[in-house]
Nanobody, 118 residues
């Protein structure tokens, strides 16, 4: 599956952004879709993920501020980010984990930059 992330930009601390991840095919049967981020000089980390049954997981640092959701009809996953902090500045990547011939395969989108000014 090919993924196209969008929605990043420059926002002041306390503000909000919504990221979108559009998939090239139906996401209905994709096991897990997630958002990851990588800040300068740091490793890529999980931000949030949503399974095919709509169960979700969040990193502790974003819990209560970010919400991940999926729209199967639009083949799109969203990340609503509220109360943004300077520490949220990073390139955000979406990923899809799908089972192909018995193996779990991960696809990445190209990343979208989120910059939060303090």
């Amino acid at each position: 599956v090919q993924l196209q992330a969008s929605g990043g930009g420059l926002v002041q601390a306390g503000g909000s952004l919504r990221l979108s991840c559009a998939a090239s095919k139906s996401i209905f049967s994709i096991n897990v879709m997630g958002w990851y981020r990588q800040a300068p000089g740091k490793q890529r980390e999980l931000v949030a993920r949503i399974r095919s049954d709509n169960s979700t997981n969040y990193a502790g640092s974003v819990k209560g501020r970010f919400t991940i959701s999926r729209d199967n009809a639009k083949n799109t996953v969203y990340l609503q980010m509220n109360s943004l902090k300077a520490d949220d500045t990073a390139v955000y990547y979406c990923a899809a984990d799908e089972e192909i011939r018995g193996y779990l395969s991960r696809s990445w989108g190209q990343g979208t930059l989120v910059t939060v000014s303090s």
